[in-house]
């Protein structure tokens, strides 16, 4: 009853914002209208053909390159820092990025909870979230399950990034910047004709290093200092105009400081019951952990993407293979002693862990597509991708007698390799049942076989399971006049299961994560495209949603499930541009939560039951969210204009684990950047979290761990300038 008063109220207040005169007219999305062409519509491939966005019978986001920039976006989990409804958590390592969507999260030890495709190709791992995101042409977000179109992954939604193409005329650009925290920054591109109008090329790079400005003050040394070099080679061979094969190679390559928890409450000290949620925000100590644990980690991918046109449809096929190698905490590799990564947090190292990860894996889509602009269009396709993984968790516990960066006990060396193989086929339909009416009907069939080996134990069988779902999914878009759609969609979204160590308390095999979402939106357009709107109203049913735990008993990181819960909401984007050089955006979120059943009694350290789980909120994102933008550009000269970006949000009612006690305070961001630019030269100032707000980007309770009550700083006020220059 509660969430359904929430509900109401939303949607109440929804009914008030688009009543109000003052933005009587409406907009698809914050960023479409700042991106969009003269003719106000903008092109996307988000559902794996041309369309223009505001015909998409989703909740959709596009981000221009401009935009990207503007808002400091280097990865996908940057998404979160504006966007309604999105959140992002940064844990552990450079790489172990989490971002949950409407409340469906990832994370660890799972596969991802949304889709992220690249230049038409879908990440292997985990890990690949992380990659950097740079000589971008354009960003698009499908919120809610996509598994009809892509499958795997996509229960939360699907991030296509589509970086620039390689051009018929030689083209350069490069910027370099440099910050606060040490840092300096760079990217370069050149592109242009090998054969023209045939053979055409594009080769980039990027470079990163700061370093850090979170002191360990047991060692006196920055613990989040990073370092990521990024290069790319993309070859378009177009032999015909009716083939194009486009073949492209990345290389990522990090290294960054790791394991630098804070510990908030130390093992056994009181509970703050006055104030139970007080200790969750408390930041006013260090981390102090010995050694300072490094991380390291490359990432290699190559995809072949060939497309022909045989008149009716064109048929594609993309050839996908991508390498992840990535460890921390490893003996000796550490900053003020040669032990392992600290896993206790304090000075003197009592138990030490370290982690390694090899992922290897290829992949193959084959897609048909429809070309008729007509009433029916269509697409149909099989996916095949096969996955291999060998990972190692030691733990390292004193002897008894000596340091343990000298001699320790070691336990469970030798780690897990894994293997999958997964297919699918998926076919959608569109029709325009009227010119007003359009129905979309998609479905997909996937199924993964796994399969895992627990070398620490020879006399363990070989385990295997295999998990599958079909994921339907259905829209109906009516658009009663021009710039104007309303829109109702029902998608169903599945993650695969997977295995946990032999000697967790939980179920060796965890179960595969099935969502059903409910959706009615709104998109339209006034004032010839200067004032656009979009809102949408949802409800997804989750049964199985997987939730991550570190076993402290038994060192073992595991996955556990929480049979049903759902999660709903509203969301509201509003853009406004009252003259031709300002724009003024908005959006805001509002979600409500609860967990129906729950099964698994004395889980944690301090015994939970069930009844004290039963009714709580999910866990690890915010509940509501909130941002303003502004955009200005003011004509200085005949060739010079000045530039003005700045974007604030807030977020709150994060619930740190299923307990419920500990909430994360509300946290407010403020970004900015202004420079002045012409037709080659480009100079600006930049800035995030420029009100240097202290915040976990995660949090443990020592009673969901055993550990101590541990955070994850964030990362603070950053700034600096950049200079670029266009050939």
């Known amino acids: 009853m509660r969430a359904a008063k929430s509900i109401l109220c939303a949607g109440a207040a ?73 959140g992002f958590k940064q844990d552990l390592s450079v790489t172990s990025s989490f971002i949950s969507v409407r409340g469906i999260t990832s994370t660890r ?44 992954n996509a229960i939360a939604d699907a991030i296509n990034v589509v970086t620039k193409k390689p051009t018929n005329i030689v083209e350069g650009r490069g910027e370099f910047g440099f910050g606060n925290a040490g840092s300096m920054e760079g990217s370069v591109s050149l592109s242009g004709p090998i054969i023209e109008d045939v053979l055409l090329f594009r080769v980039s790079g990027f470079f990163h290093d700061d370093k850090g400005s979170i002191r360990n003050t047991a060692l006196d040394e920055n613990v989040d200092f990073k370092t990521n070099k990024t290069g790319r080679v993309r070859l378009l061979f177009t032999p015909t105009p009716d083939l194009e094969l486009d073949f492209k190679y990345n290389h990522d390559d990090y290294k960054g400081g790791s394991y630098y928890y804070v510990i908030t409450r130390a093992v056994g000290d009181p509970f703050p019951t006055a104030n139970p949620r007080s200790n969750s925000n408390s930041f006013g100590n260090s981390p102090v952990s010995v050694p300072i644990s490094v991380n390291y980690a490359t990432i290699d991918d190559a995809s072949l993407n060939m497309s022909y046109d045989m008149g009716f449809a ?13 460890r921390y905490g490893v003996p000796g590799e550490g900053i003020g002693s040669g032990g392992p990564g600290d896993l206790d947090f304090l000075p003197p190292e009592f138990i030490g862990n370290s982690q390694s990860y090899n992922v290897k894996a290829w992949s193959e889509e084959v897609r048909l597509t429809s070309n008729a602009n007509g009433p029916f269009r269509w697409q149909v396709g099989a996916f095949y991708t096969n996955i291999k993984r060998r ?22 060396p030798n780690g897990t390799r894994r ?22 009907f998609g479905m997909r069939y996937d199924k993964e076989k796994r399969s895992q080996v ?12 295999t998990f599958d779902l079909p994921t339907p999914k259905f829209s109906l878009a009516w658009k009663p006049v021009r710039g104007q759609m309303v829109y109702a969609t029902v998608a169903r979204g599945f993650r695969s299961g997977g295995f946990n160590a032999p000697r967790t308390i939980f179920d060796e095999v965890y179960k595969q994560e099935e969502v059903w979402s409910y959706e009615l939106g709104y998109k339209g357009s006034f004032m010839n495209g200067r004032a656009r709107v979009v809102a949408a109203v949802f409800h997804q049913d989750i049964k199985n949603k997987q939730d991550f735990l570190f076993d402290s008993t038994v060192a073992a990181q595991s996955v556990y499930t929480i049979p049903k819960s759902w999660v709903r909401g509203v969301e509201l984007e509003l853009n406004l541009e009252p003259i031709d050089d300002l724009k003024i955006s908005a959006a805001g979120g509002i979600m409500d939560s609860k967990v129906q059943e729950y099964e698994v009694g004395p889980l944690f350290p301090q015994p939970v039951t069930n009844a004290s789980i039963i009714g709580n909120k999910l866990s690890n994102f915010s509940h509501w969210t909130a941002s303003v933008a502004v955009d200005y550009t003011a004509s200085l000269t005949a060739d010079w204009n000045a530039k003005l970006h700045v974007d604030y949000s807030v977020r709150g009612k994060n619930y740190w684990d299923v307990t419920n006690i500990d909430r994360e305070k509300n946290v407010g961001l403020l970004a900015a950047n202004i420079g002045i630019e012409n037709e080659r030269w480009g100079v600006s100032l930049w800035g ?3 009100t240097n707000t202290k915040y976990w980007s995660a949090w443990y309770n020592q009673q969901v761990t055993g550990l101590p009550d541990i955070g994850n700083p964030a990362e603070p006020r950053r700034y600096g300038a950049r200079v670029k220059i266009k050939l």
């Open 391 to 412: 990972d190692t968790l030691p733990v390292y516990i004193p002897d008894g007698v000596n340091p343990l960066e000298d001699t320790a006990i070691l336990l469970f």
């Open 454 to 465: 627990d070398l620490d134990d020879p006399t363990a069988p070989k385990r295997r399971a």
């Open 14 to 86: 929804l009914s008030i914002v688009l009543a109000s005169p003052s933005w009587a007219q409406e907009s698809a999305s914050a960023t479409e209208a700042a991106e969009a062409a003269p003719s106000g519509e903008i092109v996307v491939t988000a559902r794996k053909r041309s369309e223009t966005a505001s015909t998409v019978p989703d909740s959709l986001v596009v981000l221009g390159s401009d935009m990207i920039v503007n808002m400091s976006i280097k990865q996908a989990g940057d998404l979160g820092r504006t966007l309604p409804n999105i």
């Open 419 to 440: 293997k999958i193989d997964a297919y699918a086929f998926f076919g959608q339909l569109e029709y325009d049942i009227l010119d007003t009416l359009t129905a979309t």
């Open 314 to 326: 064109t048929i594609s096929s993309i050839t996908a293979w991508s390498r992840t190698k990535e």
């Open 109 to 152: 030890n799972t596969d991802p909870a949304l889709s992220l495709v690249i230049d038409g190709v879908q990440a292997a791992s985990a890990s690949q979230i992380r990659q950097q995101l740079f000589d971008i042409d354009q960003m698009e977000v499908l919120k809610g399950p996509q598994g009809a179109l892509y499958g795997r």
């Open 688 to 690: 995030t979290n420029l």
